[in-house]
């Protein structure tokens, strides 16, 4: 069983920073993608930020040159930093991983607030 621990999250004033973490149980090298999605009140639930096995990264426009996706190999481990925070990044984070031939995995999820 695949197991991800997600960290980091919290409340945060507009213009700060958070750093979420996401622990997974098996190697990044069983992994064809990784990354972290997000879902506010009301909305669906949308990719924020992916980096491929091959370690291209795509991000959602509105988050471009704010926040950066990258990962510790040795750790297992998926990272989101997120600068120049804004209100409507409000949501809950959900971490992501997908398996090489397998399946999706998600994390339990991190709340993120930001205050104006």
């Known amino acids: 069983q695949v197991q991800l621990v997600e960290s980091g999250g919290g409340l945060v004033q507009a213009g700060g920073s958070l750093r979420l973490s996401c622990a997974a149980s098996?190697?990044?090298?069983?992994?064809?993608?990784m990354g972290w999605y997000r879902q506010a009140p009301g909305k669906e639930r949308e990719s924020v930020a992916i980096?491929?096995?091959?370690?291209?990264?795509r991000y959602l426009d509105s988050v471009k040159d704010r926040f950066t996706i990258s990962r510790d190999n040795a750790k297992n481990t998926v990272y989101l930093q997120m600068n120049s925070l804004k209100p409507e990044d409000t949501a809950v984070y959900y971490c992501?991983?997908?398996?090489?031939?397998?399946?999706?995995?998600w994390g339990q999820g991190t709340q993120v607030t930001v205050s104006s």
């Open positions: 992501y991983i997908q398996i090489l031939y397998g399946s999706d995995y």
């Open positions: 980096i491929t096995r091959g370690g291209t990264k």
């Open positions: 098996v190697s990044i090298f069983r992994m064809n993608a």
